[in-house]
């Protein structure tokens, strides 16, 4: 949350405080947090801190927007891997 509040925005605060407020209960649901993943989202967050500690917005917004990008494909593999199981389990 300290990103948001940095950032000045009340909207930015209110979507992060909303989605912080609520993403957890799809942790189990759509990540498999597995260590490949632990690791991507540790290393991917140092990297965020370090450009805006740094003031490098523009490197900052890429990070952060190919972070999201990133776990949204680890989601949606997720989701198709339950899909297949679930199929799986009808036949």
Excluded: W
């Excluded at 993403?23 to 290393?43: G, K, P, T, V, W």
Aim: aromatic residues 8%.
């Amino acid at each position: 949350m300290n990103m948001a509040v940095i950032s000045g925005n009340p909207i930015y605060i209110s979507v992060l405080h909303s989605i912080h407020d609520n993403i957890h209960r799809y942790y189990d649901q759509f990540l498999a947090i597995e260590n490949h993943e632990l690791r991507d989202n540790y290393q991917d967050l140092c990297e965020i801190i370090q450009a805006v500690e740094n003031g490098q917005a523009d490197l900052a917004r890429k990070l952060a927007r190919n972070h999201v990008l990133r776990f949204s494909r680890y989601m949606g593999m997720r989701t198709e891997e339950d899909k297949g199981e679930r199929i799986k389990v009808e036949d």
